[in-house]
Nanobody, 125 residues
Framework: VQLQASGGGVVQAGESLRLSCAAS????????VGWFRQAPGKEREFVAA????????YYSNSVKGRFTMSRDNAKNTVYLQLNSLKPEDTAVYYC???????????????????WGQGTQVTVSS
């Protein structure tokens, strides 16, 4: 599966963005999808993930209550709604997919086989 992330931009603190991750090559049904981010000088970290069944969505503590992940199976696209953005949310955001990712590994980037190219989110104070 090929993934194309988009929707990043430059916003002020408190504003919102919606990131998209469009898939091609196969359906995302039955595939776990995760969002990760990497800030300058830092390691890539887990942000959010949706399980293979789509029935469970998980968030890192740093974004819980502000970010919302959703799927549109008809468009074969996954979204990440970013609200109440903070300067510390500044990073390149990546989407990833894996058909064999189990729930306990959703936060483990090594469990994902397919990655998008990343989209830059910059939040100014």
């Amino acid at each position: 599966v090929q993934l194309q992330a988009s929707g990043g931009g430059v916003v002020q603190a408190g504003e919102s963005l919606r990131l998209s991750c469009a898939a091609s090559g196969r359906t995302l049904r039955g595939v776990a999808v995760g969002w990760f981010r990497q800030a300058p000088g830092k390691e890539r970290e887990f942000v959010a993930a949706s399980s293979r069944t789509g029935g469970g969505t998980y968030y890192s503590n740093s974004v819980k209550g502000r970010f919302t992940m959703s799927r549109d199976n008809a468009k074969n696209t996954v979204y990440l709604q970013l609200n109440s953005l903070k300067p510390e949310d500044t990073a390149v955001y990546y989407c990833a997919a894996g058909a064999s990712v189990i729930t306990s590994s959703l936060g483990n980037q090594d469990a994902y086989a397919n990655w998008g190219q990343g989209t830059q989110v910059t939040v100014s104070s």
